[in-house]
């Protein structure tokens, strides 16, 4: 529903600007799917925002809000990094990738605990502080690539061994195995969210904090878990863009995907299942609206608007549903 | 009372809704006329909010007409029905809590859409239209800070400052205690006298018999019959009401002995509690297969002293359970040891309405597991288990996979007291549970109870219903400003005696 209206209200801005619709679109689908280079980098989108589409999805379902996808992506870039760059190079993949990806998941997972813990001991809002927390994640990541391991003058650091990269699934694509990690961590999350006692107590919480609380629900342990999966995933996508999509770790390289993602969680109604799709979706419309200059004679600045446009319509939707609650008090 | 003005100042003829299978209104005929106080009586889901919302414009008859001053009218949404002076008092409050009184009351209102905001006269205004129909509220006031019956206050003077003349209240009376509902009737014959029609709906034969100058009983759908002042008594209108005598059986077997202590409390004080007034240095016991009543002028302290005992406010002195130190256990440590909490508010506390039934049955069991429970959760064991309870505490429909929010609040009620009675409790703590059901549904409420009570559960019953409490209780105990000032077993107190102790007079 709500992506449909979103797509109309696309449609309209389009027609407004004097374009045919339907030819920007196609434009999007040839840019995105019409090619192998289009294929593979919308493949690469598609799993980074199904990882950010998790880091919200799950603590969105408790009613947490995680802003700080993006910090604890950085956080698991950063792991990434460190241990691309120092750990010997001579390792084989198969011992180098698991670990440092490891790493790069629990570092975000810490990343993304600390400001349910700062919640639950102190009672301040996790919203601000995992904001908060982004820009001290993004400062860390500048003094990582400026004086930890700089490649020159490069606004990133040295690459990371070449054992240490994910391995290229398909070819043609230069598609690697993240995208299988990402579907099966949203698997393993929608089983988490529907068939365990922590999913449902992260869904209870969400659903009614009062009655949560008074069915016996720790608090404290679910928010943590919940914003610590979270993270996790954020920081799983970190350590994707270091050791698969970049090789090194970039300046400014999460490029809004991780605020993209609290977007993917919400169209996704916080099902872990449905981010899959959504992800692939917005990946579509990322990727292919670099092609809407050529295709449809829009700028390619129109993407980005449209991006937002569509973005915005899906928080109006989700935001009304999400907070009404709140809003008005009996 | 003879009506000067021969048009009903709102009629409602031959009103049809259906909401897919379920006919909720089957031509349905209402008039009130100025100066008049119509009660629509009726169980809960027998169709009288569904009557209402249609003529406050909320939803639009399948059939039927409505006729406002005599002349045929479409309501099709509430602004409509405003700007042609009705206003309704709804039973959930729209009000913004973080806003006075007086903005609240110009919310929405001509006056705001003015452009700049002149605060002093907002609050001089309001003050006005308060003062004027005797309807008492600080207009500076903000409105989180008030009780219950003062926002419902505020909700009446809204529709008062937009000038209406036809008043629906549905259900005032559901939220309030003894004394606030006395205020609140006061109100309304107070705007009856200044000629205004009024509509109120209820499932409470106390209040028709009180200030009804006409009532109409609506049953599954149906109007049965509607009576004037002289004609009812509470036994025409409860048959009317439930299509049948209601019979009081409630069997108790006879205490034990000398029973063990279940609860003690002991100089227990719940200094701050969010809710409202604090208790100090109460102490109490509760035997087993025993049910201790507690009366009170609501904000007495009976608040705090469920929030003390179901570990949702911190306390000082002991609360001990069978002997074990309970004082400030949080509810997860308390289910493990076998309370059971039943509150008064069953969307807000005691359920989760987006959750399926089955969910719900389950909620404690899963969120406060025994330590050894598995982590993977067998729904399909979840579900065959909430069947067997849907059916064993009658909720219609006995379907575990329905959402919470579908069903009626005695249903809703009936499912809570499945997943805490069926625990096989120590203690039962129950706040107002019969609160807002129909008179079926209050019976069997206070069966189960007694039961879980001859079963040899210890229960604490916190009830506004005086009646209640005398039916249930084996002892009473009324608190007056946060203490004890009756303390007595039920044979040996009568309701005069529980009256003079809720206003403050000690024996």
């Not at chain 1, 920081?235 to 400014?252: E, K, Y």
């Not at chain 2, 019979?247 to 108790?252: A, G, N, Q, Y």
């Not at chain 2, 849907?390 to 809570?416: H, I, M, T, Y």
Request: with cysteine; aromatic share 4%; proline share 5%.
């Amino acid at each position: 529903m709500t992506l449909a209206a979103g797509l109309a209200v696309m449609a309209v801005v389009i027609g407004a600007l004097g374009k045919n619709p339907l030819q920007a679109a196609g434009a999007v689908v040839d840019g995105s799917l019409g090619n192998s280079f289009g294929i593979g980098q919308t493949v690469q989108i598609w799993t980074i925002l199904i990882l950010a589409g998790l880091a919200s999805a799950i603590p969105f379902s408790a009613r947490l809000w995680n802003i700080g996808g993006q910090g604890q992506m950085y956080l698991g870039a950063m792991a990434a990094a460190g241990f691309g760059i120092t750990l010997p190079a001579s390792w084989p993949g198969a011992v180098l990738v698991p670990l440092i990806l490891g790493a790069s998941t629990a570092a975000g997972a810490g990343w993304g605990w600390l400001p349910a813990w700062i919640r639950n001991r102190y009672g301040a809002s996790e919203i601000v502080t995992s904001l908060m927390l982004n820009f001290v994640a993004v400062l860390g990541a500048a003094y990582i690539i400026r004086d930890a391991w700089p490649q020159g003058f490069a606004q990133q650091t040295e690459s990371v061994s070449d054992n240490a990269r994910l391995p290229v699934l398909i070819d043609s694509l230069r598609a690697d195995i993240s995208i299988v990690l990402a579907v099966a961590a949203a698997l393993g999350l929608w089983i988490l969210m529907t068939r365990t006692r922590l999913g449902f107590a992260v869904r209870a919480l969400g659903a009614n904090r009062a009655a949560a609380l008074l069915s016996g629900v720790s608090e404290g342990a679910v928010a943590s878990a919940a914003f610590a999966l979270g993270g996790a995933a954020a920081g799983l996508a970190g350590g994707v863009f270091v050791l698969g999509v970049h090789g090194a770790l970039l300046n400014g390289f999460s490029a809004g995907l991780a605020f993209l993602g609290i977007a993917v969680a919400l169209a996704a109604r916080l099902n872990p299942l449905s981010v899959i799709p959504v992800a692939a979706l917005f990946a579509i419309l990322r990727v292919g609206s670099n092609n809407l200059q050529a295709g449809a004679g829009l700028s390619p600045a129109t993407g980005d608007v449209l991006i937002a446009i569509f973005v915005i319509m899906l928080m109006v939707v989700g935001v009304i549903r999400f907070s009404y609650g709140e809003l008005v008090d009996g | 009372m003879e009506q000067p003005n021969p048009k009903p100042a709102l009629a409602l003829r031959g009103i049809w809704k259906r909401f897919g299978a379920v006919t909720a209104n089957a031509s349905i005929d209402l008039e009130v006329h100025s100066g008049e106080v119509h009660i629509v009586l009726g169980e809960n889901g027998a169709g009288k909010s569904t009557l209402m919302n249609i003529a406050f414009g909320h939803m639009q008859p399948d059939a039927g007409e409505i006729e406002i001053e005599g002349r045929p009218t479409r309501l099709t949404s509430p602004a409509d029905a405003i700007a042609r002076g009705i206003g309704m008092v709804h039973q959930h409050f729209a009000l913004v809590p973080a806003f006075t009184v007086a903005e609240n009351v110009l919310l929405g209102s001509r006056s705001a859409r003015a452009g700049m905001l002149d605060r002093k006269g907002i609050v001089d205004e309001v003050s006005e239209v308060s003062a004027r129909f005797g309807v008492p509220v600080d207009p500076s006031a903000v409105v989180r800070d008030l009780p219950v019956d003062e926002r419902q206050r505020v909700e009446i003077l809204k529709a008062l400052h937009r000038d209406a003349r036809i008043l629906i209240l549905d259900e005032p009376t559901a939220l309030l205690g003894v004394r606030q509902i006395a205020v609140l009737l006061e109100i309304i014959d107070r705007l009856r006298d200044d000629g205004r029609a009024i509509v109120l709906v209820t499932h409470k034969l106390g209040e028709v018999m009180e200030i009804a100058d006409r009532v109409s009983v609506i049953r599954r759908g149906r109007k049965q019959v509607e009576l004037a002042r002289g004609e009812f008594d509470q036994q025409v209108l409860a048959k009317a009401m439930t299509g049948q005598l209601i019979v009081d059986d409630i069997s108790r077997s006879a205490g034990r002995d000398e029973p063990e202590v279940v609860l003690e409390c002991r100089d227990l004080t719940v200094p701050e509690p969010s809710s409202g007034p604090p208790v100090r240095g109460l102490n109490l016991r509760v035997r087993a297969g025993e049910v201790l009543g507690i009366a009170g002028v609501e904000g007495n302290g009976q608040r705090a002293l469920i929030d003390g005992l179901t570990g949702s406010a911190r306390c000082e002195g002991a609360i001990r359970l069978n002997g074990e130190d309970i004082a400030n256990a949080l509810p997860r440590r308390l289910r493990r040891c076998g309370v059971s909490i039943i509150p008064e508010d069953r969307q807000g506390r005691g359920l989760v309405p987006d959750m399926t039934l089955a969910e719900n049955l389950a909620l404690v069991d899963l969120l406060a597991p025994p330590d050894d429970a598995p982590r993977f959760v067998s729904w399909r064991r979840v579900r065959a288990e909430a069947k067997e309870l849907l059916e064993a505490f009658d909720v219609r429909p006995p379907d575990p996979d329905l959402p919470a929010s579908a069903l009626s609040g005695g249903n809703q009620q009936k499912v809570v007291l499945a997943r805490e009675l069926s625990r096989r409790p120590r203690l039962v703590v129950a706040d107002n549970p019969s609160w807002g059901l129909d008179v079926g549904a209050i019976g069997y409420v206070h069966r189960r109870l007694v039961a879980a009570r001859n079963d040899g559960a210890a229960i604490v019953l916190v009830s506004h219903d005086l009646d209640e409490l005398m039916k249930l209780s084996d002892r009473i105990i009324v608190v007056y400003r946060g203490e004890i000032s009756l303390e007595s077993s039920r044979a040996d107190v009568s309701l005069d005696d529980i009256g003079l102790a809720m206003a403050g007079a000690r024996r």
